[in-house]
């Protein structure tokens, strides 16, 4: 488990949430037998989701 501090509560299911919505969406099963690659394309897609909403949330502001 991670050491990172939540600063939003409810937060870490949100990620969960969407790490298997991307994965469903570039259609890789997440899991050890999975190579590292695939698991982190769906690693990768998350990060540029989340800064595109953090560039929005800033933006509308």
Known sequence: ?????????????????????ISRELGITLGAETTSRLNGTVGGEMTKRLVELGKQYYTNR
């Open 1 to 21: 488990m991670s050491k990172n501090k939540l600063v939003v509560p409810g937060s870490r299911q949100a990620i969960e949430n969407l790490k298997y919505e």
